[in-house]
Structures are given as C-alpha cells and as structure tokens.
C-alpha cells in the first residue's frame, strides 16, 4: 500500500509507492543518469576515471557509484573507471568487496563453520558421556 512521505532530497510530501523520492527528485536523478551516460558512450571518454566523469557531467560520484552497483552503468568496457569496495575502499571494477577482503570474509566464515561444528561435536560427546543404563530385571532401561 503507499504511503504518504517526504522526499529525502528535497522534503517535498509525496506518494512513495514505486520510488523513495518525489517525481520532481525522480525526473533530476533520471537527467543526472542521462548525461552521464551520453558521456560514458562518447569514445573519447571510455578511458574516463570516475573523477573525469564527475568532473566531465558535474554528477555526483555517489550518484555514479549507485548506478553501477545497481547495474545500470556497465564499467566492463572502461578500463580506468572503477568503484570502491564497501570495507576497504579498494577501486574495484564489479560487486561490492574487492578480492581479498571477500577471501577475509570467506575464511572467517569457514572458521566460524569449524568453531560452531566443534562445539556441536563436544555438545554431543557430552550428551553421550551422560547417558546412564540400569537394570531392572530381565529388562535394560535407558535413562536420557
């Protein structure tokens, strides 16, 4: 259901139902988006670092970032433009974390993996070195 909001650019009231901004802010976005990409398309810019193309069309480079992170902008083809990993900073050229700090994270979470299996293994060995037997009679009760 929509729902009644200011716009976080401009505080404008509005419908948020489709965008998190007001049309006028929607309509600025879309003509920044525009002449960034009618600049990134001219063949004298495809060598253009992300300063040159702040630089080149007066766009923000958060702005630029959030397209290429979204996927409207593709740098496959921009040799020297390139995006900052989210942990580090790093220029990278697609994804959110640079390789190294991706392999960090896949390693910590493969340690985590081996500690949390360790412990459901002495949970278990535990469990079991619990367990008592009697006897009752002909019968063998088991108590948990």
Not at 74 to 82: E, K, L, Y
């Amino acid at each position: 259901m929509a729902e009644l909001s200011n716009c976080p650019n401009c505080g404008q009231l509005f419908v948020k139902a489709l965008r998190p901004v007001c049309d006028k802010c929607a309509r600025e976005a879309e003509e920044k988006f525009d002449t960034v990409y009618r600049f990134i398309r001219k063949r004298d810019n495809r060598s253009a670092s992300m300063d040159e193309v702040h630089e080149g069309t007066g766009v923000e480079k958060d702005l630029i970032i959030q397209w290429i992170r979204e996927g409207r902008l593709r740098i496959s083809q921009m040799p020297n433009m390139g995006i900052p990993c989210e942990h580090c900073g790093k220029t990278i050229s697609e994804g959110k974390l640079c390789d190294s700090c991706r392999n960090k994270l896949t390693g910590e979470l493969k340690q985590g993996d081996k500690e949390k299996e360790f412990e459901d293994r002495k949970k278990q060995s535990e469990r079991e070195r619990n367990k008592t037997y009697s006897t009752l009679g002909d019968r063998v009760r088991r108590d948990d």
